[in-house]
């Protein structure tokens, strides 16, 4: 079955700009959970969106915020950018979300400059 | 906040050497989960322990979870290229009545093989 396709790959934005990234997850998979990577910070948890519904959250600003549509596909929006907001932004699928195994994309890679 | 610890953070053999890749938290988790990601792409995962004391191999990797459930660690045996990569573990917590549990990622073990 096809995995979790992120897109796009890769964007360029200026700071203060705003961004969307949206993921698919695998067919049949009702969580969604958003980290961000970065070299110094590694894999830090965003959210986790669930039936529609926002589970968990990590410790990031409210510029950060997400969603999950009725066909579970997810956007992750980024408002009023940042430099330090560059990094690879990873999503992932999974059957019952939480803990659970986790199928990643390929990511999204911002810069910001 | 549950922190998982990686060690070594960096390492660079040859092949056929043999290696050992440790995750440690003051934690207890409901399982720990492990995943190498190569430059470019996201994580793939590798394995899933879920019972203290749990032995896992999957041919040349051998994954253990300590028997308190706090720790784990990978053995990879006669290491080649092809395992070079970025190696995580992430711990799944014990969720709160009421709360949904979520993965917490370590530090990473990043690892060449070299020819």
């Known amino acids: 079955k096809a995995g979790v396709t992120q897109t796009p790959r890769y964007l360029i934005k200026t700071r203060g700009q705003q961004v969307t990234l949206s993921c698919s997850p695998i067919s049949g998979h009702r969580s969604v959970s958003w980290y961000q990577q970065t070299p110094g910070q590694g894999l830090q948890f965003l959210f986790e969106?669930?039936?529609?519904?926002?589970?968990n959250k990590g410790n990031f600003p409210g510029r950060f915020s997400g969603r999950q549509f009725s066909n579970s596909r997810s956007e992750m929006n980024v408002s009023t950018l940042e430099l330090g907001d560059s990094a690879l932004y990873l999503c992932?699928?999974?059957?019952?979300?939480?803990?659970?195994?986790?199928?990643f994309g390929q990511g999204t890679r911002l810069t910001v400059v | 906040t549950q922190l998982l610890e990686q060690s070594p953070q960096f390492l660079s053999i040859q092949e056929g050497e043999n290696l050992t890749v440790y995750c440690n938290s003051s934690?207890?988790?409901?399982?720990l989960q492990w995943y190498r990601q190569e430059p470019g792409e996201g994580p793939v995962l590798l394995v899933t322990v879920v019972t203290g004391g749990e032995v896992k191999k999957l041919k040349r990797l051998t994954f253990q979870f300590g028997d308190a459930r706090k720790d784990s660690s990978l053995h990879i045996t006669a290491a080649q290229p092809g395992d070079t990569g970025l190696y995580l573990c992430a711990g799944a917590g014990l969720a709160a009545a009421g709360t949904a549990s979520k993965l917490t990622f370590g530090t990473g073990t990043r690892l060449q093989v070299t020819l």
């Open positions: 992932a699928s999974s059957y019952g979300g939480g803990g659970t195994e986790a199928f």
């Open positions: 934690s207890v988790f409901s399982s």
């Open positions: 969106y669930f039936s529609e519904t926002q589970r």
